[in-house]
Structures are given as structure tokens and as C-alpha cells.
T-cell receptor
Framework: AQSVTQLDSHVSVSEGTPVLLRCNYS??????LFWYVQHPNKGLQLLLK??????LVKGINGFEAEFKKSETSFHLTKPSAHMSDAAEYFC??????????FGTGTKLQVIP | ETGVTQTPRHLVMGMTNKKSLKCEQH?????MYWYKQSAKKPLELMFV???????ENNSVPSRFSPECPNSSHLFLHLHTLQPEDSALYLC????????????????FGPGTRLTVT
């Protein structure tokens, strides 16, 4: 079985403060994990990916995520939020034959 | 044009209409996907094509009919839809599809916003 849980449906931060979006997964296989971002009325854009190389993954726009196998987590972080980061973020786990599972998404609000 | 394009961007259709959604990828990928994104629901994978062959159909009703004439183009033919089919339909592509070994990231188009009246 495979699943992904995004622990917060909404996160609100002030501009310039750190961002933490939480993701926990379960998989019977060695998973690949991804974070995507979706701005309003746009498709999903890949932020970063983990595919069994370094556990700390750096992505675009200053985002990074750390794969923690013992905690089955892949949380997304950014040191300082920008107004343009306001969007919806999706955690995705893939593994095994023909299996891709999306989280339900976390909407990030950035307050000026 | 670069990336993944989808047309039309918006579509309103009646329940008795027949329409088609088009997706084109300019990335040289070999796998293409259709997803359905509804409000307050996780993204649902509908169909997967690897090298023009359908390799996944996630119990999608037959009123949705995909077509993949080549690795760059993907269509979703729609007929006798229901109001609950109203959603954002996203197309994606990747280097190789699920089940082909290494998992590659997917690149998404902007989507077609479908409203069924």
C-alpha cells in the first residue's frame, strides 16, 4: 500500500519568515518523492525531487526538503517566505509498478 | 512553444455534447498522462500512455475516451458527461512512464477547466 499525508490543508506565514509544509508518506517500496507547486489557474510545477540520492534536496526558488526514512517524512522548507510563494503545494510519492499518489495539497498564504 | 500545452483552456459543454481535449508536449518525452483535479479532492490519475500504448486506466468511466496517436500528442474525448465531471483536467508528460523502472518527474500543462451543464 502507498499513501501520502499532508498534515496541514492551510498554512499562513508572514513575509520574510520561514516556511514549513509537512508531508508524511508510506510505501512498500523504496519511494521517490516530489514536491510540486500550483499557482492559481496554472498547472503543477516541479519544485524538487528525491530519488534515493542525497537526503537533503534543494529545489527551485529557495525551497528544500529532507527525506527522513525513520520518520517517513519529506517536509518542505524555505528560510524566508516571499509574496510570490503564495500557492498550493503538493507532496507526491511514487513507487512500485504504476503507482503515483498525490497528497491533498497545502495552501500557503503569505501575509505582507 | 515549449513544455506541455493544452487546448482549450476553458470548455463549457452540455451533457449531450461531444468534445475533445488536446495535449501536446514539446519535451521529447515518451509517457503522457491525464489527471482530474476536483475541488477538495486529491489529484486523480486517469490514464497513462507509454510509447503510445495505454498502460493504465484507473477505472475511468467509458464516457472518457483517451487517444494517443504519437508520443507528443494526447487527446481526451468526452461524450455524455455528467455535472460531477466538471473539473480541471491536467495533462502531464515524463521521460518514461510508471512501471518502466526509474521514476521520472512529470511536467504538467496548464489544464483545461471543464464545466458540464
Amino acid at each position: 500500500a502507498q499513501s501520502v499525508t499532508q498534515l496541514d490543508s492551510h498554512v499562513s506565514v508572514s513575509e520574510g519568515t520561514p516556511v514549513l509544509l509537512r508531508c508524511n508518506y508510506s510505501s512498500s517500496y523504496s519511494p521517490s518523492l516530489f514536491w510540486y507547486v500550483q499557482h492559481p489557474n496554472k498547472g503543477l510545477q516541479l519544485l524538487l525531487k528525491y530519488t534515493s540520492a542525497a537526503t537533503l534536496v534543494k529545489g527551485i526558488n529557495g525551497f528544500e526538503a529532507e527525506f527522513k526514512k525513520s520518520e517517513t517524512s519529506f517536509h518542505l522548507t524555505k528560510p524566508s517566505a516571499h509574496m510570490s510563494d503564495a500557492a498550493e503545494y503538493f507532496c507526491v510519492v511514487t513507487g512500485g509498478y504504476q503507482k503515483v499518489t498525490f497528497g491533498t495539497g497545502t495552501k500557503l498564504q503569505v501575509i505582507p | 512553444e515549449t513544455g506541455v500545452t493544452q487546448t482549450p483552456r476553458h470548455l463549457v459543454m452540455g451533457m449531450t455534447n461531444k468534445k475533445s481535449l488536446k495535449c501536446e508536449q514539446h519535451l521529447g518525452h515518451n509517457a503522457m498522462y491525464w489527471y482530474k483535479q476536483s475541488a477538495k479532492k486529491p489529484l486523480e490519475l486517469m490514464f497513462v500512455y507509454n510509447f503510445k500504448e495505454q498502460t493504465e486506466n484507473n477505472s475511468v468511466p467509458s464516457r472518457f475516451s483517451p487517444e494517443c496517436p504519437n508520443s507528443s500528442h494526447l487527446f481526451l474525448h468526452l461524450h455524455t458527461l455528467q455535472p460531477e465531471d466538471s473539473a480541471l483536467y491536467l495533462c502531464a508528460s515524463s521521460q518514461a512512464g510508471l512501471g518502466q523502472g526509474r521514476i521520472y518527474e512529470q511536467y504538467f500543462g496548464p489544464g483545461t477547466r471543464l464545466t458540464v451543464t
